[in-house]
């Protein structure tokens, strides 16, 4: 029978492909300078009727210590050459299928860290190398999935472009690796010998779940691993496989295909960019190719973005979290602390934007993307489960009817700001757009390798605590720890403390006999963020872990940052009969925090943007003009003579006076309008969304030109009161320079410098 993937391979010239082939005994020999590669061959069978489907090949070492394939790729970690024995281990496996009398699906298992740095020239001899009636299917382990995600994505992709098919090994092994199952679509998906082997827990319904879920969607068929005997093939159709390998259909040997049939897999899937938003460059274009966007103010589209959030919180532990943020101011100390938990308790939790630093909270994987990138315009959340999938995208609205065009995650102006946006639930759209973000993300982690652990020439000796006293130790323990530990009787409808130890009393002032047989949300005050608290009984219900930071407050009414630890307990049956809370005051770290993140976007003296935040500001809303054709003005401020009030008064009324101005300022520029101080006495207004300087208007109102002269009279106005200091009252006044985008410049720096011009010009009088 014709190999049904063949027909996806390009014709090969005989000449080139003996030489190929002849290169595999010599990348067979090189390897072996540090092993022997031998190539087994395992069946894997159709478990309705028992025939042979395909053959897995198996690796094995010299006879001796790396005979196993454990030991033998545990040499290779160690050495730092795992890439170059799994090309060797493939090469052989293809050689020996090539030898087939007939065709053969061959499965081979390829690490991910050698599909994530895959090179058009491996790939091109990889195609070459595999003979026209050999279909291979690659195997990729669940275990290695999230280290590098997006390279190992491109992997596969290419993978399939060769026209091999692509399996997910091990399923169930690391549940965690299932989160990139909906983007690596597997056309099979092998289920871990332990799944066949072990017993039914949640944790193995769970895993199933996802999986039948996944297959169910996307047509891949189940292949259970590791069946023995009858009873693991009755668990293997339990949960749904089709394909078998296992002692009990036979063992690893020569490769043998006589009656081998077709492997009867799904046609592929589609190829990526076939579907509605196709040569899409941003999510914003990808979702508004079949849905209108609808327009809102930035809370609401923050407030529905924090539901996102929420609900990724209570999902398991196979959810993948990808957000976008304009830039990496957005990411405050609240965000922070959001996506922290959200890290602790998702497979994958990435960000990207730009000048997002590479971890931009404990456990979050950030990506600074390129200043040009169309992505930095765009307002990005996405969550992607087993059973649940949404996004969430958001731009700026363009100028029309009179809108002016903001920032999505700006510091100022928020209710005046308008933003376009698309909420999908579809999980195919969802897909796609996580996808592309998820193209953005770099490596995760540095590919080091691994070494192996360092033996005791010591016989260890058994350590432990004599069972009699190990209940008063565990107490005393806990009633002196440093941390605040509480447990709740998880049997009781409201879960009431049952005990509390000293720490928690010192933290919250109260007694034991205010706090026993209550539920611990008394802590709770009008401040507390009820987002980060409606999950947690949800979760716990659940059966899994808390890990969140919460405003409470103690018995005098003052409030504090509580990082809280929530654990299950269960009995020898599995069930819940106990929650173990731990708990931290973090007020410190929190304020610290907050005060860092300020201070990098804010002057201290007069609370406005500094001259780095004013910059940036000015950039994004010149990207934004050239995009939508408005303009952009810029105003220079100098005050005047203000070096003469710090000689006469003192630096002390000189900063009295500089706060005045700001205050002032402040108050005469346009709503969404922002002002900055670049340093000394020296600020800048930058003014956005203004009409197109050349052509018609597209709405009514007033011109560019004659918007800048009201905003600079009014500024001039403000300051013209007069300034009580200590023992004088003087009246200020400034110099100011203007410039317009396009017409005057076409860089901030350019744009700057004509305002400056212009501003000393004013200063001598001209």
Known sequence: MPSTGAACRRPRQTAHARRLRGRVRDVTSTASSRWTIRTLYQPIVDLRDGSLVAVEALSRGEPGPRESAQALFASARASGTLTELDEGCLHAALHGAGRSPGPVTLFVNIEAVTLSALTPRRLAEWA????????????????????????????????????????????????????????????VIKLDLALVRGHTTLQTAAVVNAVRAEAERSGAILLAEGIENEQHLERALAMGARLGQGWMFGRPGPLATEGMSALPVPPPPPARGGHAGAGARTPYEMLTATSAAQRATVPLVASMTR????????????????????????????????????????????????????????????????????????????????????????????????????????????STRRLDYVLTYDRQRVLEVAGLVLSKVRAMSAAAPARPPARSTQTPRAVGVPPAVLPDLLLRAISTASNGIVIADATQPDLPLVYVNAAFLRLTGYSADEVLGRNCRFLQGPATDPTQVQPISRRLLAGRDVHTVLLNYRRDGSAFWNELHISPVTDAAGDITHYIGNQLDVSSRVERERRTTYLAHHDELTALPNRAHTLDHLRLELRRARRNGGSVAVVMLDLDQFKEINDRFGHAAGDSALRWAARRLRSAIRA????????????????????????PLESPGPSADETLRRVQEHIHAALDRPLALAHAEVRLSASSGAALFPRDAAEAAELIAHADAAMYLDKSGG
């Open 672 to 695: 969404g309008d922002l002002l900055g101080r670049l340093g000394g006495d020296e600020f800048l207004v930058v003014l956005a969304g203004l009409p197109p300087t050349t052509g």
């Open 307 to 414: 539901q996102l959030e929420r609900q990724a919180l209570l999902l398991d532990d196979q959810t993948v979290v990808l957000a976008n943020f304009q830039d990496a101011a957005a990411m405050t100390p609240a965000t922070r602390r959001r996506y922290e938990s959200l890290a602790s308790l998702s497979a994958l939790t990435a960000v990207t934007g730009a000048g997002m630093p590479d971890e931009p909270a404990p456990g979050v994987h950030g990506t600074a993307l390129e200043s040009g990138d169309p992505l930095t315009e765009q307002w990005v959340i996405t969550v992607v489960s087993p059973h649940f999938a949404a996004a969430l995208v958001a731009r700026d609205v363009t100028a029309e009817c009179g809108d002016e065009p903001v920032r999505a995650h700006g510091p100022v102006g928020h």
């Open 128 to 187: 070459d190398l595999a003979a026209e009636h050999v279909r291979v299917v690659v195997e990729v382990t669940e275990r290695d999935l999230l280290e590098n995600a997006a390279e190992l994505v491109r992997g596969v992709h290419a993978v399939r472009d060769l026209g091999w098919d692509v399996a997910l090994d091990d399923a169930g092994a690391e549940p965690k690796g299932l989160a990139l199952m909906p983007f690596l679509r597997p056309d």
